[in-house]
């Protein structure tokens, strides 16, 4: 990877190809998975009620073979994206809204950066998760002595379903 005042600033300059291959990238985000980040946790298996069964037969009406357990994987956000999207587009000590606060790595890496997250999710297990791998991660960073949420906030609520 290069540097320059852009690397200095952004981590990767903004308008770029990315390449989620390369070394940088996997060195990157091996340090950030090692914090204990697991956006999986506190997920059920089949989150979307037969989305799954339906996206099967679909394409097996289009002549192509899909298990319905080809259409479960969790998808995990990566942390070096989420880094690079907060370096880019949003200043330290800004806010971070999320919507769809489902897993762990969007907040942790918020209060990490020093961006004020507020995360919301129709699951109080998945925030129930998603704040105890936060706890876990802060007591870990303080007693390591290594620099804690660099003065970024988590926040999450659990939005009541009304389906």
């Excluded at 946790?41 to 989305?51: A, C, E, M, P, S």
């Excluded at 994987?73 to 200043?91: G, H």
């Excluded at 971070?96 to 897993?103: I, K």
């Excluded at 704040?131 to 870990?140: E, M």
Aim: aromatic letters at 12%; glycine letters at 10%.
């Amino acid at each position: 990877m290069s540097s320059g005042a852009l690397y200095d600033s952004f981590i990767y300059p903004p308008f770029s190809v990315l390449d989620a291959r390369a070394k940088w990238w996997q060195d990157r985000k091996k340090k950030w998975l090692s914090l204990g980040i697991d956006s999986g946790k506190g997920r059920k298996q089949d989150l979307l009620n037969g989305y799954s069964d339906a996206m099967a037969r679909w394409s097996a009406s289009q002549g192509k073979q899909a298990a319905p357990a080809d259409w479960m994987a969790k998808s995990i956000f990566d942390p070096v994206l989420t880094e690079l999207f907060y370096a880019w587009f949003s200043p330290v000590g800004g806010r971070v809204l999320d919507p769809f606060a489902g897993g762990s790595v969007r907040g942790v890496v918020a209060g990490l950066k020093g961006r004020n997250y507020l995360g919301f999710d129709i699951s109080e297990e998945q925030i129930e998760e998603n704040r105890r791998q936060a706890k876990a991660l802060q007591l870990i960073l303080n007693r390591s002595g290594k620099r804690a949420m660099r003065s970024g906030s988590i926040s999450q609520v659990c939005a009541a379903s009304s389906i």
